[in-house]
């Protein structure tokens, strides 16, 4: 391709496709990530959704948007900028990538930057790039799509891993927990810092790509890292000594440069104590003896570290765990204490890191889950309410004929298993519900999905971007429906409704569904989700209710204050008034779900 006026300086080359920057086509904030240590100015690999721009705003929650991508953004990766979907202003956008980027590592960037803007319409990208912090930003005509972006990442690059259990002791006074923070942070602190000890080892070894494959090792000490130089921002290895150990030396000649799972090609490290490194002399194994100044309790604090870095495979491993894991794991331990300390006089949380490459995206992402949701959720299952509209009265529709689920179900709200998703949750809920209905009828022995791992799954199948993890946006039927196949291998048919007065006219379809299928329907329209469990419908004058279970429900699971509040009930398509429980300017999706005998 011809270089851009200005020079090919100043074009930037693409990795990640076009459509990870455009689609879906509303009003968003893309953050762009590349590796200016390790990959070529103003290169981007990636594309992750702002998680805290609403369509109707100007800019996000930069401080929000920086813890967010300090958890995702695997170490060796950094902020290059920012493309506005529905904007005129490129510029704007770099300038939010500045701000953001400055809030995630506490210091401007050297780098180059990019910022885009889409316009809506035509899904016409704009580009200006800056060369530098400081550097006025100019408009590019041109960009590099990488045509092989996975030779351009992994040709020259490679991925470290670095798995670290701890099991930290906290003392605290029995007579006094008023100080158990201040004590907490001083422990993570201390054992942050305690990772560059002369008596820390780290043994370096290649991956294995066949069992029984013998790999080249190295074991580095805690001496050997602080001794390293500092290091060039581009990574340069030319001023070093031929001596020193790059990454390449633990890869074979030959090595796949395609990214299939989270740690292909990993340089594994493992962490190793050694107190008796380097002592000058033997001596006799001895015991001091401290006394606590008052009774005191030991709380154990129980952590999984699991991190992966992005490196140059020319790069010397000793700078790698220098300037790279060790500031890893020192990040990990801070996002975990964040999590933690809330906790620290209650159950603590049992947080484990995952590493995934999602669907369309070339460079794999870190997520830190607390995995007694699963447990929890599981636990509460047989306190939940069960079946609640069993206890409500006639519909009110004269001779109409009654068409209900086939089963049990339990029902989920607004608030239950201590998430706040008051505002945003009620299709996560709807969809729970409809879980439960599987596994309440023994076809599925899954737990019942947390908002959490709901997401996850949207992820993991590529419809929704990393950074929708652990965000509060709102989810409808087709969303619902994806969630329903990955997990359990179900089908389901999709109808729209124009608006909620055709609503009755889908009555006599919904009551062959309820017959023949007998499963809980969600029905969605604008940000509303609801759980449809049946319909009373006269098919010769047309009069019909449905029976709705409402997840905005907040209150404790009292069945008398749900049935009587009307949380759970039958709804007229008109009541007596006139009325109408569906709103005529509401466009309606109806989602029903399949038995798996049926699919």
């Known amino acids: 391709m011809e270089a851009a006026a200005g020079g090919s300086r100043r074009r930037p080359t693409l990795l990640c496709p076009k459509k990870s920057l455009v689609s879906p086509p509303t009003p968003s904030l893309r953050w762009l990530l590349g590796s200016p240590r390790f990959l070529p100015a103003l290169t981007v690999a990636a594309a992750l959704r702002s998680l805290s721009l609403p369509d109707d705003a100007s800019s996000p929650d930069l401080q929000r948007e920086a813890e967010e991508i300090r958890g995702l953004l695997v170490r060796g990766f950094d902020i290059v900028g920012a493309v506005h979907v529905g904007s005129a202003d490129a510029g704007g956008a770099l300038e939010l990538a500045r701000a953001v980027r400055e809030r995630l590592y506490g210091e401007r960037a050297s780098h180059g930057m990019v910022g885009g803007c889409v316009e809506l319409g035509s899904g016409e990208i704009r580009f200006v790039v800056s ?87 190295i074991i580095l000490h805690g001496n050997d890292l602080n001794s390293v130089p500092h290091l060039s921002r581009n990574g340069s290895t030319e001023e070093y000594d031929a001596n020193i150990v790059s990454c390449s030396k633990f890869f074979p000649a030959k090595r796949s440069l395609s990214l299939t799972r989270e740690n292909a090609d990993a340089i594994q490290i493992t962490i190793l104590s050694n107190q008796s490194f380097n002592s000058s002399k033997a001596s006799t194994p001895a015991v001091e003896y401290f006394p606590a100044p008052a009774l005191a309790s030991l709380r154990a604090i129980n952590l999984k570290l699991d991190i992966l870095c992005y490196t140059s495979v020319d790069f010397p491993v000793a700078a790698a765990v220098s300037e790279l894991v060790i500031p890893g794991l020192a990040d990990q331990l801070s996002i975990m204490k964040k999590a933690i300390v809330s906790e620290l006089t209650t159950q603590q949380p049992q947080l484990s890191p995952y590493h995934f490459v999602p669907p369309g995206l070339l460079i794999p992402v870190t997520t830190i889950y607390d995995t007694r949701y699963g447990e929890i959720e599981e636990k509460q299952s047989s306190s939940l309410l069960r079946d609640v509209h069993r206890e409500i009265p006639s519909s009110g529709v004269s001779g109409g004929i009654i068409s209900l689920i086939d089963g049990s179900y339990e029902y989920y709200h607004y608030l239950h298993d201590g998430i706040d998703d008051n505002g945003w949750g009620c299709a996560y809920r709807s969809l729970q519900t409809i879980m439960s209905w599987y596994r309440l009828q023994q076809y599925s022995s899954i737990n019942v999905p947390s908002h959490r791992e709901i997401q996850q ?143």
């Open 131 to 217: 060369e530098g912090d400081g550097v006025e930003a100019v408009e590019v005509t041109e960009v590099v799509w990488e045509d092989d972006p996975g030779r351009l990442l992994w040709e020259k690059g490679c991925l470290l891993r670095c798995e670290l259990p701890l099991k930290l002791p906290l003392y605290v006074p029995s007579d006094d927990t008023s100080g158990i923070e201040a004590r907490f942070y001083s422990l993570i602190e201390s054992t942050a810092s305690k990772l560059r000890d002369p008596h820390v080892s780290y043994l370096i070894e290649g991956p294995r790509t066949t069992p029984g494959e013998s790999h080249y090792s």
């Open 457 to 599: 799954v949207l992820v993991e199948i590529g419809d929704k971007d990393p950074s929708f993890i652990g965000s509060r946006e709102w989810i409808g039927a087709i969303e619902l429906s994806f969630v329903l196949d990955k997990l359990l291998g179900v089908s389901c048919k999709v109808i729209n409704v124009r608006s909620g007065d055709e609503l009755p006219e889908k009555c006599r379809e919904l009551a062959i569904h309820f017959e023949t299928q007998g499963t809980p329907v969600m029905i969605g329209g604008g940000v509303l989700a609801y759980t449809l469990l049946g319909v009373d419908y006269n098919e010769a004058s047309g009069d019909c209710a449905f029976l709705i279970l409402d997840p905005h429900y907040t209150g404790a699971d009292d069945l008398k204050k749900i049935v009587n509040g009307g949380w759970c009930g039958w709804k007229k398509s008109i009541d007596s008034k006139g009325r109408s429980f569906f709103l005529k300017d509401k466009f309606y999706n109806l989602l029903l779900p399949q038995r798996p005998n049926m699919v």
